[in-house]
């Protein structure tokens, strides 16, 4: 059995493919598997994989059909053996010593969840981002949303019985805030690096309509809390997350879209999401304690402002 089982989807990403999976191979942690699932790429992600199998054999293959990013993450977890999960996206690649240090992390710290910092990597810069979780209280405030820059125990994902949300975008938020809840043990490493690939025709950066994905996704997230009886126990964390997405990262991605009238609709969806679960959300406690830039902006949206800061971010986006 290995340490760590590492879960690579794949779909048409040959330019990027070899360079992922050479930093898999090279790590100087050597007690791992490779889970590779090429969700029907149509291009020659095949080729490089399968040569990846005959000269390594922690590599395995597994072919199925195109069903998105989180279908091949779930198909790829039912073949894991190890102690411990991973995932990385398949034109990410990361530092060769990432397994070693998050694994030893794990061990000393008996850590549910190891988180490692990454960088955006953008055509013209590096933008490092590195994790503020310093309070197991405030790790659903503190916690980066993406599920690729952690190590999980095994254990724990098995036990909880998540699985990512097939056929949304943004299932990353989904996973991490049913994990929350259950982790009794964080730590993170610093000093390595998964380099976050900017490519600006992938899904993450295309903005359309399916950008409204975050409030079925975020409305998946109060129903699990409601159902498992957590909503009352995280209730002003889960609040200020919500109104940090709605109208932080994925306001922001709303600007990205041109119509106007598709643009307002998914605005004024944001809004009434908000009043509908967290109608007192002005008071929340995470927004009125930390006086940052960001919690003012947030503090002041109202129906006067909010015109005001589509156009600011629209000007900052350099879009009409």
């Known amino acids: 059995m290995p340490k760590i089982s590492v879960i690579v989807p794949v779909y048409n990403v040959e330019a990027y493919l070899e360079r992922s999976l050479n930093s898999l191979k090279n ?77 030893k992390k794990a061990k000393e710290t008996k850590a549910d969840v190891v988180e490692a910092d990454f960088i955006w990597e953008y055509p013209n810069k590096q933008v490092k981002d590195i994790s503020k979780v310093t309070d197991l209280g405030r790790l659903l405030v503190d916690i980066r949303v993406v599920a690729w820059n952690k190590l999980y ?30 982790i009794k ?49 995280y209730f002003y964390e889960l609040e200020y997350s919500c109104l940090r997405i709605i109208y932080g990262s994925s306001f922001l991605r709303v600007m990205g879209i041109n119509n106007k009238k598709l643009r307002n609709s998914i605005i004024k969806e944001g809004t009434d999401f908000l009043n509908k679960y967290f109608p007192n959300y002005k008071k929340n406690i995470y927004l009125l304690s930390d006086k940052t830039k960001k919690n003012y902006y947030y503090r002041t949206i109202n129906s006067f402002t909010l015109p005001i800061y589509i156009k600011l971010f629209r000007l900052l986006k350099k879009v009409k």
């Open 185 to 233: 043990t964080f730590a993170s490493v610093h000093g390595t690096y998964i380099h976050y690939i900017q490519r600006p025709n992938s899904i993450a950066n295309t903005q359309n309509a399916k950008v409204r994905d975050i409030y079925k996704i975020l409305e998946n997230a109060i129903i699990f809390y409601q159902e498992n009886n957590l909503l009352n126990k």
């Open 27 to 103: 790590q100087t942690f050597k007690d791992l598997e490779f889970i590779i699932v090429d969700d029907g790429s149509t291009d020659g992600s095949a080729s490089i994989i399968k040569e990846f199998v005959k000269s390594d054999k922690r590599f395995s293959y597994h072919k199925k059909k195109n069903g998105g990013l989180s279908d091949a993450r779930n198909y790829g977890m039912k073949y894991a053996t190890g102690k411990y999960l991973a995932f990385l996206d398949s034109d990410d690649y990361i530092d060769l010593d990432l397994y070693e240090k998050m694994y």
């Open 153 to 182: 125990k095994k254990s724990l994902i098995d036990k909880i019985g998540v699985k990512f949300s097939k056929g949304l975008r943004y299932e990353d938020v989904d996973w991490c805030y049913k994990i929350v809840p259950y």
